[in-house]
């Protein structure tokens, strides 16, 4: 259903991978509000992934680049520039841990791969906003987001290194929120997901697990990638303009529960199995 909440602006959409990816329901859902977009992955993902079909249902174009990598960086934003001028709303929809996916556990990292982490996955984001920043790309009032994950405040034993990467992207949004509201009105947000069955999510180790948990300790059960595209929608509107500088919880209220019925009830069930 569409509200036209995006009509006439134009924007970034860094992430889709497959029709899993929240990016992916995100430019679905921007282009149905009536945003022109700019598609955007890691060239290595453009090659595995799907993007290219959605570039072409969506009527967008899709410019590869390495999030990690200035120049690759400025080369989109030339693009973006030359097709739109100034831009309305990015998201930041990257996550990438070599240590998840060559299964170290946080007591013993690869630091090379710890580096690595940090700079795919938040340090990336201070760079996409500066480079915005310095080029003066944004329209006043504009809305960056970026997507986050409780495991920022509390501990989740396999969250591993991505920890301290969404814990530091949520820092940068707060920091950078603060200069780009005073140069030109743009606020900075991160979104804090429920675990969501996407390629990044499930190369968690017992993914599965936390997903079910999640669900049994949040009252509205789990956000799902659809609804987190509807949030961020809300966030590139014009009827959230003076949120700036917050992690905001899109996760069912599960960030708010300590225990719940349903936890408790599946914890009695293992110390008392029925049969
Ligand atoms: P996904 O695997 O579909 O998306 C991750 C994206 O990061 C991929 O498109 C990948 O190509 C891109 N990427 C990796 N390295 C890159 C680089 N060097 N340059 C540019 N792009 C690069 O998975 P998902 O779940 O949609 O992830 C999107 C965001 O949501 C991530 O920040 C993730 O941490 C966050 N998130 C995911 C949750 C989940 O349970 N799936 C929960 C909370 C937050």
Same mark, same amino acid.
Request: proline letters at 12%; zero cysteines.
């Given at each position: 259903m569409s509200n036209n909440l995006l009509q006439g602006k134009k924007g970034i959409i860094f992430g889709a991978l497959d029709d899993m990816s929240i990016a992916w329901k995100v430019a679905e859902r921007a282009h149905e509000e009536g945003a022109e977009i700019i598609l955007t992955n890691a060239p290595v993902a453009l090659r595995m992934g799907k993007i290219a079909d959605l570039g072409e249902k969506l009527g967008a174009e899709v410019v590869p680049a390495d999030a990690t990598n200035m120049d690759d960086l400025n080369a989109l934003l030339d693009r973006a520039e030359a097709q739109?001028? $100034?831009?309305?709303f990015v998201l930041h929809s990257i996550g990438m841990s070599l240590n998840v996916r060559k299964k170290r556990v946080y007591t013993d990292l690869n630091y090379d791969w710890y580096h690595k982490s940090l700079d795919i996955s938040a340090l990336s984001f201070h760079r996409m906003i500066q480079t915005l920043y310095e080029r003066d790309l944004m329209n006043e009032w504009g809305s960056i987001v970026g997507l986050s994950y409780i495991a920022a405040q509390r501990t989740f034993s396999k969250y591993n290194d991505m920890a301290e990467a969404k814990a530091l992207l949520e820092s940068i949004a707060r920091s950078f929120g603060y200069h780009y509201g005073k140069k030109r009105q743009v606020r900075v947000n991160t979104i804090s997901q429920?675990? &969501?069955?996407t390629t990044a999510g499930s190369g968690v180790k017992d993914f599965d697990q936390m997903l079910k948990f999640a669900e049994l300790g949040s009252p509205l059960g789990n956000a799902t990638a659809d609804e987190c595209a509807d949030y961020t929608i809300m966030m590139f509107s014009?009827?959230?303009? $003076?949120? &700036?500088m917050q992690n905001l919880f899109h996760d069912g209220g599960f960030s708010s529960m300590g225990i719940s019925e349903e936890l408790l009830d599946a914890f009695r069930e293992t110390q008392h199995p029925k049969s």
């Open positions: 739109f001028g $100034k831009i309305d429920s675990p &969501t069955p014009d009827y959230t303009r $003076k949120v &700036t």
